[in-house]
């Protein structure tokens, strides 16, 4: 499985995530019929970390932002689960889905916004952003 997969496995298999979102975890975007809340995440950067014991070769060790969506229709709500995102992410290190080898989690962002309506509901959708580095060992190709 892809280190994406493993992310989703992972945070699904969170017994605090899946209980306010309910499998509801998304990459890039939800479909127009899941039902809110639910989280959405995309990869926004991807950098190899070289070393110079390594010179010449590639690099196992990788640095990746992604971005986390939480989408409710009220504001506590989201608030509250992006607080159970963060106790789940910050700091982790370990095996993601008894998969990928996550050497650490670290929070970098946070930010609150809102959608206005385009149903002529008049009722927003909350969304709040977070950022999350990851860093973590992938396969080496072998020349």
């Known amino acids: 499985m892809s280190f994406k997969?493993?992310?989703?496995?992972?945070?699904?298999?969170?017994?605090?995530?899946?209980g306010v979102v309910d499998n509801r975890v998304f990459p890039l975007f939800a479909p127009t019929t899941?039902?809110?809340?639910?989280?959405?995440?995309?990869?926004?950067?991807?950098?190899?970390?070289?070393?110079?014991e390594a010179v010449g070769s590639a690099s196992a060790l990788v640095s990746?932002?992604?971005?986390?969506?939480?989408?409710?229709?009220s504001a506590i709500v989201a608030e509250n689960i992006s607080q159970i995102l963060r106790e789940a992410l910050d700091g982790y290190s370990?095996?993601?889905?008894?998969?990928?080898?996550?050497?650490?989690?670290?929070?970098?962002?946070?930010?609150?916004?809102?959608?206005n309506p385009t149903d002529g509901s008049q009722v927003p959708e909350f969304h709040q952003n977070s950022v999350y580095d990851f860093w973590y060992n992938r396969s080496v190709p072998t020349f």
């Not at 039902?35 to 110079?52: E, W």
């Open 64 to 73: 990746e932002s992604i971005a986390f969506d939480i989408w409710s229709e």
């Open 5 to 18: 997969g493993d992310l989703q496995s992972y945070l699904i298999d969170d017994p605090g995530i899946n």
């Open 94 to 115: 370990g095996l993601m889905n008894g998969v990928t080898d996550v050497r650490r989690v670290f929070l970098d962002s946070m930010l609150d916004l809102i959608e």
């Open 34 to 52: 899941a039902q809110r809340p639910y989280i959405t995440y995309t990869k926004i950067a991807s950098n190899g970390i070289h070393h110079l």
